[in-house]
């Protein structure tokens, strides 16, 4: 079987290729892609693959953005953290979604759906919305709001509200608060991090920055089509969005 996985995020994918390859060894994965344009050039070029991972985010656009420009009959998994688009996925020759961060348990349900239904020869039902809406309810996922962190010689409870932006730093993730506090997370990594947090209140700007909304003052024009993210109060260094996130940014940004 041959498996495409259109993902933006490298550890987000690299994660669902461990688990789908632990559900299902043997499977042959074709070269990820992470953009509408190449998704598009790739699914008209007619390659052979049999089940596509999808999320619906991604670095130049919404994954529905393929769909208008090219037909395909591919099976699809779409996979994100924004849950309001699961009806309108559904519609687009759908096989499951899963909320993000996936999980084995989910990829392997997913997985046994598509073999039902596209390795058998029978019809395939139509979608059922209400069981959808229900099992959409019931997976919700809940995100972390506070933290335990160490501070001199206790451990202080803080929202996750507090905090304006995490950065990593020598391999440690420290977030700074409102009031230019910075504490040491328990945390790893910032894709550990981004895992746990609202991605509706923190966006992951680049490699070391995830920040909250609610700590932009204004973005600016950049160079090369980037975007400047002003933040108060103000990190050490620039929060540069690069051209190809510049309206997943926006998007984030209107909420």
């Not at 699914?43 to 999320?55: C, P, T, V, Y």
């Not at 769909?67 to 009806?87: C, G, K, W």
């Amino acid at each position: 079987m041959n498996i495409l996985i259109v993902e933006d995020e490298p550890y987000a994918a690299k994660q669902l290729k461990q688990i789908v390859s632990a559900c299902r060894p043997g499977v042959c994965f074709v070269p990820e892609i992470d953009n509408v344009e190449d998704a598009v050039h790739y699914l008209r070029s007619g390659q052979a693959i049999d089940l596509i991972f999808m999320d619906i985010h991604l670095a130049d656009g919404q994954a529905f953005e393929i769909f208008e420009s090219v037909q395909t009959f591919v099976p699809i998994i779409f996979t994100t953290a924004y849950d309001q688009y699961a009806i309108r996925a559904f519609k687009v020759n759908s096989v499951d979604y899963l909320l993000k961060p996936v999980s084995k348990e989910n990829v392997e349900a997913a997985l046994a759906k598509f073999e039902r239904q596209y390795q058998s020869n029978h019809p395939i039902p139509g979608i059922d919305y209400i069981k959808l809406l229900h099992s959409l309810i019931s997976n919700n996922k809940v995100y972390k709001e506070n933290f335990l962190v160490p501070f001199k010689d206790k451990l202080l409870p803080v929202s996750v509200k507090e905090f304006a932006w995490f950065e990593i730093k020598n391999g440690v993730v420290i977030g700074t608060k409102f009031d230019k506090t910075n504490l040491v997370l328990e945390e790893r990594s910032l894709e550990e991090l981004a895992q746990i947090i609202n991605p509706q209140q923190f966006y992951r700007a680049n490699r070391q920055y995830l920040i909250n909304r609610m700590a932009v003052k204004e973005v600016a024009q950049y160079f090369n089509g980037k975007l400047l993210a002003v933040l108060l109060p103000s990190p050490p260094q620039s929060i540069v969005i690069s051209r190809e996130k510049t309206y997943q940014f926006k998007e984030w940004m209107k909420g």
